[in-house]
């Protein structure tokens, strides 16, 4: 499976953003799918994921209340929406997958951890 983020510019803080992340092959219906970023200077941070299903989600401190996580399994796609963008939140977001769709696996996956495929990235940058 690759996976290729896309939907990343430029916007004023208060702005919006929608990400996607599209599976080039294959089902994508089965691995529990994650958005995570990294700023400059900084380390990778978990953003949200969601299970194989859309049943199950979970969100980084960074992300609750503005972001949203959803996925159409129909398109192999996962999407992020970025509300109330904040000049905090520049950063590059990559997309991740797992293979596997065991308990341990997607428990794994929905806290940030465990992914076996990576996307690209794609940049966000938000002014003030």
């Known amino acids: 499976v690759q996976l290729q983020a896309s939907g990343g510019g430029r916007v004023q803080s208060g702005g919006s953003l929608r990400l996607s992340c599209a599976a080039s092959?294959?089902?994508?219906?089965?691995?529990?799918t994650g958005w995570s970023r990294r700023a400059p200077g900084k380390g990778r941070e978990f953003v949200a994921a969601?299970?194989?299903?859309?049943?199950?989600?979970n969100y980084g401190d960074p992300a609750k209340g503005r972001f949203t996580i959803s996925r159409d399994n129909a398109k192999n796609t996962v999407y992020l929406q970025l509300n109330n963008l904040e000049p905090e939140d520049t950063a590059v977001y990559y997309c991740?997958?797992?293979?596997?769709?065991?308990?341990?696996?997607?428990?794994?996956?929905?806290?940030?951890?465990?992914?076996?495929?990576w996307g690209q990235g794609t940049q966000v940058t938000v002014s003030s």
């Open positions: 092959e294959g089902t994508f219906s089965n691995p529990t």
């Open positions: 991740a997958a797992i293979r596997s769709t065991g308990t341990l696996a997607t428990a794994s996956a929905l806290s940030g951890r465990g992914y076996d495929y």
């Open positions: 969601i299970s194989w299903t859309g049943g199950r989600t």
